[in-house]
T-cell receptor, first 114, second 111 residues
Framework: DTGVSQNPRHKITKRGQNVTFRCDPI?????LYWYRQTLGQGPEFLTY????????KSRLLSDRFSAERPKGSFSTLEIQRTEQGDSAMYLC????????????FGSGTQLSVL | RKEVEQDPGPFNVPEGATVAFNCTYS??????FFWYRQDCRKEPKLLMS???SGNEDGRFTAQLNRASQYISLLIRDSKLSDSATYLC????????????FGTGTKLQVIP
């Protein structure tokens, strides 16, 4: 499968724990996006990478959230000291970056914070 | 004002009907526009790009009105399989690649 891959598919954690999600984009795509989606809402932009550089980060993203894309390939999203309000679907998307921004999404990681 | 606004619906239409959705955006510098489709508990998938001249793909027609800052999606001859949430997507482009989604419009096609 050469699509966008996200792991894990589901994560259940207790409040206060740290969690890390992984995204493997389509191999030739140099742009990578993280979004968060809750029920009944559209995907909410979190952050964006061009190769290994993190070029944009939502003001809504607290300091507990950090994302990396160390070699310009896979990316990780870490949430420290999770809160119940962090419960959501975390979606990763990648694109070729040749204008137009047609995004290809992974299946997402569903986070439940108890 | 939200950057991208859509009527959340739901739009309940009978099979064979024509239905249209609108989406407004706030940033006049926005350069590219898309409609995505999202099925329940699935990831969004690109339905079609929206071009200034308007574009059609089978039963689907998308249009852009830059003066009024809205885009539209028209679905003709609705099928049961069209039931989904339709997300409006706007990209400012240039050096600023924040691709922004609307909240989505839910469509339910009824037999």
């Amino acid at each position: 499968d050469t699509g966008v891959s996200q792991n894990p598919r589901h994560k259940i954690t207790k409040r206060g724990q740290n969690v890390t999600f992984r995204c493997d984009p389509i191999s030739e795509h140099n742009r990578l996006y993280w979004y968060r989606q809750t029920l009944g809402q559209g995907p909410e932009f979190l952050t964006y990478f061009q190769n290994e550089a993190q070029l944009e980060k939502s003001r809504l993203l607290s300091d507990r959230f950090s994302a990396e894309r160390p070699k310009g390939s896979f990316s990780t999203l870490e949430i420290q000291r999770t809160e119940q309000g962090d419960s959501a679907m975390y979606l990763c998307a990648s694109s070729l970056g040749q204008g137009g921004e047609k995004l290809f999404f992974g299946s997402g990681t569903q986070l439940s914070v108890l | 004002r939200k950057e991208v606004e859509q009527d959340p619906g739901p739009f309940n239409v009978p099979e064979g009907a024509t239905v249209a959705f609108n989406c407004t955006y706030s940033n006049s510098a926005s350069q590219s526009f898309f409609w995505y489709r999202q099925d329940c508990r699935k990831e969004p998938k690109l339905l079609m790009s929206v071009y200034s001249s308007g574009n059609e793909d089978g039963r689907f027609t998308a249009q852009l009105n830059r003066a009024s800052q809205y885009i539209s999606l028209l679905i003709r001859d609705s099928k049961l399989s069209d039931s989904a949430t339709y997300l409006c997507v706007v990209n400012i482009g240039g050096g600023y690649q924040k691709v922004t989604f609307g909240t989505g419009t839910k469509l339910q096609v009824i037999p």
